[in-house]
């Protein structure tokens, strides 16, 4: 078998809901899919979902590079081998692990075809479906606490609260979502590198009582011990997402003790084949792992789904990027019921995306 040609093609979907972050508004996304095409009329898809902040990638980087590297690379390659490809496209993709992603999910498509099996089986299989938790950006306490509500009356057993603006609006925040939604619902605060050491552990101090779940990358990114401060000073676990890029970033926040768990996003790290590394390498060094997500469409989704479903260290789930996505081609590749992901237990990951 031979790849024969690719195809990139960008696809721009509104969000149905904007949102705010510490350091960003969102109201649209823009996603690249790759077709891998082979010999024996078995196509493979990946997907590209650039965020400049976290990756450095555009949509303008991704396409020529799909053009200038990728298709000089794979064209003429053996699908199956897929190690030797990715490090080949490494050589000249170290730093953009986007497209190393979409590149790394159209293989495993194609191998899952080609072994008429899901991709979750194929790497393990350790459980079939998934809670996942469901996103409320920075919103006032009022509008917050509704779409908790609403969340919760959808099914989602899970919230994740976006903060690191003001503290003192998050706590009262995540204080009164307590209160709207009982002790049983999952909690999450993310605070998407917004605070100082000293405003987290306020945080951490005044929340007590609202039994926050976890805290995701409270400090700037390029200050990691910053994060050791924090996690040696409190009891909630802390996570690392935008300090975590390169499975040597994991590698350093382990052998540190700087954090409790790790957030593994495909899109950030470079794909399935990489996030098993990252994740091998956590759970030597006992810490949780939580795979994420940015605006991914559900194809993209449906991969951190295939990863998240074949790994016992992979604990927790926050992949709910495409449930806003207007008009994604995707839509269908995983099945979300009462807060809980499942795979299209079809081969591969399980979608033809309608190009």
């Given at each position: 078998m031979k790849i024969i040609d690719i195809r990139a093609t960008q696809v721009n979907m509104r969000l149905r809901e904007p949102y705010t972050i510490a350091y960003e508004k969102y109201d649209s996304a823009t996603?690249?899919?790759?077709?891998?095409?082979?010999?024996?009329?078995?196509?493979g898809f990946g997907c590209a979902a650039p965020d400049?902040?976290?990756?450095?990638?555009?949509?303008?980087?991704?396409?020529?590079?799909?053009?200038?590297?990728v298709r000089t690379v794979i064209k003429g390659v053996d699908p199956?081998?897929?190690?030797?490809?990715?490090?080949?496209?490494?050589?000249?993709?170290?730093?953009?692990?986007?497209?190393?992603?979409?590149?790394?999910?159209?293989?495993?498509?194609?191998?899952?075809?080609?072994?008429?099996?899901?991709?979750?089986?194929?790497?393990?299989?350790?459980?079939?479906?998934?809670?996942?938790?469901?996103?409320?950006?920075?919103l006032s306490r009022k509008e917050t606490v509704h779409r908790a509500k609403m969340f919760v009356q959808q099914g989602f057993k899970s919230l994740k609260i976006k903060g690191g603006l003001n503290v003192e609006a998050?706590?009262?925040?995540?204080?009164?979502?307590?209160?709207?939604?009982?002790?049983?619902?999952?909690?999450?605060?993310?605070?998407?590198?917004?605070?100082?050491?000293e405003q987290a552990l306020q945080f951490f101090d005044a929340t007590r009582q609202a039994n926050v779940e976890l805290i995701e990358q409270p400090t700037p990114k390029g200050?990691?011990?910053?994060?050791?401060?924090?996690?040696?000073?409190?009891?909630?676990?802390?996570?690392?997402?935008?300090?975590?890029v390169t499975l040597r970033d994991a590698f350093r926040l382990a052998k540190d003790d700087l954090i409790d768990m790790v957030n593994v996003k495909l899109q950030k790290v470079g794909g399935i084949g990489e996030a098993l590394?990252?994740?091998?390498?956590?759970?030597a060094a006992g810490l949780e792992v939580m795979?994420?997500?940015?605006?991914?469409?559900?194809?993209?989704?449906?991969?951190?789904?295939?990863?998240?479903?074949?790994?016992?260290?992979?604990?927790?789930?926050?992949?709910?990027?495409?449930?806003?996505?207007?008009?994604?081609?995707?839509?269908?590749?995983?099945?979300?019921k009462n807060g809980i992901l499942y795979p299209n237990n079809t081969p591969g990951l399980g979608f033809n995306p309608k190009l």
């Open positions: 996603n690249i899919f790759l077709e891998a095409l082979t010999d024996r009329n078995i196509v400049e902040h976290v990756t450095g990638e555009t949509a303008e980087t991704i396409l020529a590079d799909v053009e200038n590297i199956l081998r897929s190690s030797q490809i990715m490090e080949k496209l490494k050589i000249h993709l170290a730093n953009h692990p986007c497209v190393l992603a979409a590149v790394d999910m159209a293989l495993y498509d194609i191998l899952g075809k080609v072994s008429r099996l899901p991709v979750w089986k194929i790497l393990g299989g350790f459980r079939d479906c998934f809670i996942t938790s469901v996103t409320i950006g920075i998050d706590i009262s925040r995540v204080i009164h979502v307590r209160e709207a939604v009982g002790k049983r619902v999952e909690i999450r605060f993310d605070a998407n590198q917004g605070y100082s050491v200050k990691p011990d910053l994060l050791g401060r924090i996690t040696r000073a409190t009891t909630i676990p802390i996570m690392a997402d935008e300090s975590l590394q990252i994740n091998s390498m956590a759970r795979v994420g997500c940015m605006d991914e469409s559900a194809l993209s989704i449906a991969a951190g789904l295939h990863f998240a479903l074949a790994r016992p260290n992979v604990t927790y789930a926050d992949l709910d990027g495409h449930l806003d996505l207007i008009d994604d081609p995707a839509d269908g590749a995983v099945i979300l």
